[in-house]
């Protein structure tokens, strides 16, 4: 048999563990160890050389054995003290005569029954008892006292006094044991009560310091709701106001005496107020919070409009305990609304006019543009031709003074052409629909290059574009613009002996930027605002030109989305930028 399962391990582990067990589970187990081991190695042997009656040892032995039964039944967690108890008193009943009676040590052991009482005994348990103790030993001294030949005498002094020892060591012992026991269980209750003290002090500093910041939190929250000009309100389930802020009270005409611990029908009509708990139980109900817009009577009598959050309130369970709601007056609001609209579609209606009348003066424009294009070109034609007639049939008769004015009438009307041909251009920029799609500017820049080296052969230009430039746009005017700004690099260079032309990309405010520079005649920076109008030059006749150049490239720059500008210098060139948005 295993230690573990073996009687001894589990009177070891009655005598010496505690853990789970009160005081009195305790003592019993020691007391029951106690009284089977002072029967067999004290009494019994001290009886035996005392040559006591062998009818003593017999009731010891049982005695002893019965403390065994019950110290093993406490170690299995049955404890019956008030077996013991009345073992031990029938055990004294039984040996009192045999034994001496009161000349002997048996009344020694009655210390240890009232002192057994009071530990394992509580109530009216403690006293019956108690009354039946005293009420033997008082009966067994008057059965003593009454029939004294009952009482077997010790055989000498010697025995008596022996037996008294025994009996006063083995009292001494168990009441040493109780005594013991309580004391060591008073000092670990004290200790436990000065650890669970100290504790309770720390928990009330914390519970205190907690209660600080509650009400601390509290008054700001007051604070805050009863700053706010909203009404904000809390009922119970019974539909009772728990809290009513003062901007509720402002709204309703109504104090806070007249409201918590009431109703709606405090506040309402019978008939507002009834709808008003309807729509509260279907929160409650719903365990959802509901946004309406309610219309009632102000403190002044207007109607105002409401706009009311209602939502439940849950305690730390779940469940659903009352309800809040924050109600605001939106009546000015709604009414600036309802202006603000009003005041759209009468926008949206002067737009609409506005739109009209602009687009019956584009139509008078493109009628003006068509009357341009056609009626005026053919005076010019007339003129053209017949100034060509005269110089052909009458030149010769003409004086060098007169074919010099024909000339210039000539060149007149070809420049007039020239200048309807870019209005009309100009006025076609603003109207076309951008088709964009991925346009290389690069290979724009130098197909126009190309164009103009074939057309005058003997310039000598460098020409210097640089590859993979792409923007999205369309190409029809972004060919248009290149056009303009290659062919002016081109023309106001054309007084170098060597010119150069760049066209290349460089960063300006963390966008790209593109730029064609040349080093031709420059300009005046003082007339850069001049630059990109309309018949603005810079420049004399010297230049031929129309002056709508630039202002083509302006407008097409800005369709796209970009910006342009110029920098010059007077005698060393010109420069200019443009930004094309890649969208």
Request: with cysteine; glycine share 8%; proline share 3%.
């Amino acid at each position: 048999m295993s230690e573990i399962g073996s009687p001894i391990a589990r009177f070891k582990s009655c005598i010496w563990s505690r853990g789970g067990c009160t005081m009195e589970q305790h003592l019993f187990v020691l007391l029951c160890t106690m009284a089977a081991a002072a029967s067999f190695f004290l009494v019994i042997p001290t009886n035996y050389l005392q040559h006591l009656p062998i009818y003593i040892n017999v009731c010891v032995a049982v005695f002893g054995t019965f403390s065994l039964v019950l110290l093993n039944e406490a170690c299995k967690g049955r404890y019956h003290t008030k077996s013991l108890f009345f073992l031990f008193m029938a055990l004294l009943n039984l040996i009192w005569f045999p034994n001496g009676a009161s000349e002997g040590s048996l009344p020694f052991y009655f210390f240890c029954l009232l002192m057994y009482l009071p530990i394992f005994f509580r109530g009216r348990a403690r006293w019956l008892p108690l009354l039946l103790t005293v009420i033997d030993g008082v009966a067994l001294m008057a059965l003593e006292l009454r029939f004294p030949e009952w009482a077997t005498p010790f055989r000498s002094e010697q025995d008596r006094v022996s037996d008294n020892i025994v009996g006063f060591a083995v009292t001494a012992l168990s009441c040493a044991v109780m005594l013991w026991t309580l004391l060591r269980n008073y000092e670990e209750e004290r200790n436990r009560l000065v650890s669970v003290n100290e504790q309770l002090q720390r928990v009330i500093v914390e519970r205190s310091a907690v209660e600080g910041a509650l009400l601390q939190n509290r008054e700001l929250l007051n604070s805050v709701i009863d700053g706010t000009i909203d009404a904000v309100f809390v009922k119970d389930v019974s539909g009772r106001y728990l809290l009513f802020s003062k901007g509720a009270c402002q709204m309703t005409g109504k104090t806070l005496e007249q409201v918590l611990g009431r109703d709606d029908h405090a506040l309402f009509p019978p008939e507002v107020a009834l709808e008003v708990l309807r729509m509260d139980r279907e929160v409650l109900e719903g365990n959802q919070a509901h946004t309406l817009e309610w219309e009632l009577d102000g403190v002044n009598g207007e109607r105002i409009l409401l706009e009311v959050i209602k939502g439940p309130l849950h305690n730390k369970e779940g469940q659903v305990v009352g309800l809040f709601g924050i109600a605001r007056d939106v009546t000015q609001s709604r009414r600036m609304a309802e202006e603000l609209r009003l005041l759209n579609e009468d926008l949206e209606r002067r737009v609409a006019e506005r739109t009209a009348r602009l687009e019956a003066a584009m139509k008078e424009q493109e009628a003006f543009s068509y009357s341009v294009s056609h009626d005026l070109r053919g005076p010019l034609r007339h003129i053209n031709s017949y100034g060509a007639i005269l110089l052909e049939e009458f030149g010769p008769a003409l004086e060098p003074e007169a074919r010099g004015y024909l000339e210039r009438i000539r060149t007149s009307s070809k420049r007039m052409g020239d200048l309807i041909d870019d209005l009309l251009e100009l006025s076609r920029i603003g109207r076309s629909e951008l088709n964009k799609a991925t346009v290389s500017l690069s290979d724009l820049a130098f197909g126009i290059g190309c164009k103009l080296q074939d057309a005058e052969p003997a310039r000598r230009v460098d020409l210097l574009i640089e590859p993979g430039m792409q923007v999205q746009g369309d190409r029809l005017l972004l060919e248009l613009m290149l056009e303009n700004l290659v062919g002016n690099a081109w023309k106001y260079s054309s007084i170098r002996e060597r010119a150069r032309i760049e066209f290349g990309c460089c960063r300006h405010d963390g966008a790209d930027a593109f730029f064609i520079k040349d080093n031709g005649v420059g300009f005046d920076m003082a007339y850069q605002d001049k630059l990109f109008g309309a018949f603005q030059r810079l420049h004399g006749a010297e230049f031929e030109g129309t002056g709508i150049g630039l202002a083509t490239v302006k407008r097409i720059v800005e369709r796209h989305g970009g910006t342009v500008w110029a920098n010059g210098v007077v005698d060393q060139g010109a420069t200019v930028y443009f930004t094309m948005p890649n969208g």
